[in-house]
């Protein structure tokens, strides 16, 4: 089994920055791709970034936060990390880390039925 927990969420003004933190425990070697996913209040939780191992660590994002926003990863320390830079209203949301010990496919890394392990979630608020 893996285990994931995630940190970092809060409150920020527009414009502003967070880093969140997912640590990532058990099984480590069996989790082919990380993900962090987000989901608004009535909303559907959607893809917002991942870092695929299986693919020489190459990532991929959503459109919207394209530029904005850096996934990471520190192998030493089983850490994955969401840089979230010019923070929008539009960005508020539980937001959720995700593996997955698939390694089928680069274009399903955005896809919720994707991942087998998820986390808690963090609590992000960006006030306008």
């Known amino acids: 089994q893996v285990q994931l927990v995630e940190s970092g969420g809060g409150l920020v003004q527009a414009g502003g920055s967070l880093r969140l933190s997912c640590a990532v425990s058990?099984?480590?070697?069996?989790?082919?791709?990380m993900g962090w996913f987000r989901q608004a209040p009535g909303k559907e939780r959607e893809f917002v970034a991942a870092i695929i191992s299986w693919s020489g660590g190459n990532t991929r994002y959503t459109d919207s936060v394209k530029g904005r926003f850096t996934i990471s990863r520190d192998n030493a320390k089983n850490t994955v990390y969401l840089q979230m830079n010019s923070l929008k209203p539009e960005d508020t949301a539980v937001y959720y880390c995700?593996?997955?010990?698939?390694?089928?496919?680069?274009?399903?890394?955005?896809?919720?039925?994707?991942?087998?392990?998820w986390g808690q979630g963090t609590q992000v608020t960006v006030s306008s």
């Open positions: 058990g099984r480590t070697f069996s989790v082919n791709a």
């Open positions: 995700a593996g997955t010990s698939s390694s089928s496919s680069y274009w399903r890394t955005s896809r919720v039925d994707e991942y087998d392990y």
